[in-house]
């Protein structure tokens, strides 16, 4: 298969906001000129403008719950997203499927055969976001296994805290990872697929990722994952800036 243009999910801002009961002063008014009570308000506290400010507000604001649906009516009117789902089969193959399911016990040897066979090469300065832990004192690394990134930073976020990995790290990492040479070939789990709504791109193995910065965000609030326990603590938050080829 061929490649994709880059996918903006930013070529309009999102605006993170919050609502509000209208001040006394607010309701007298409209209630003078409308003649009924005035409905809430919604202030915009912030605007993300770019992939680094979604991180970052993602890092501070995890459970912003519109910003989902943000993503997703953006990536609906993306051109080159659109050109991206097109190209892939109209069912998940199997490998892939086992994958995404499993991510742990699936066959090695068919998920990167299919990903070669269907999977296609990613543009220059196309970004995604992968949610881990990147590791001390490295600034290089090769893949030796296949990497799931998204279009999301939300799903990042998730997929760094799930079942109790950033407590047990004691830091929380979201990648922004910048393709920078389009060489390592990538399959996309269309919204149509199961779990389509996680907006999963895997690579297969073997991506070269350079981190070009590491920047603390905040501290945030993470929980164990273990069984009938509220155990939780504070930990720091980073993005850290990749290049992938």
Known sequence: MGQVGVINIFS???EYGV????TFTEEREYLELH???MPAQRDVVSVVYNHFQAAKHIAQTPMDG???WFVDAALSKD???SDLTSMMPAETPPALLDYQERHTTYNRRRFESEVDEFGVYLSRGQILYHGGLWPMNVERLVTDRPLSTTFNPQKAWHVAVHNGKAYRAGRLDIFLITVSAPSTKSYHYTPDSQHGHEREV???SGATLNCI???Y????????GEAFSNKKKTVPVHVIEVELS
């Open 12 to 14: 309009s801002p999102y």
């Open 19 to 22: 609502t509000r009961r209208p």
């Open 35 to 37: 003649g009924s009570r």
């Open 66 to 68: 519109a910003f989902e």
């Open 79 to 81: 051109l080159a997203y």
């Open 202 to 204: 895997v690579f297969a």
């Open 213 to 215: 910065r590491d920047i």
């Open 217 to 224: 965000i905040c501290d945030g609030v993470v929980h164990s």
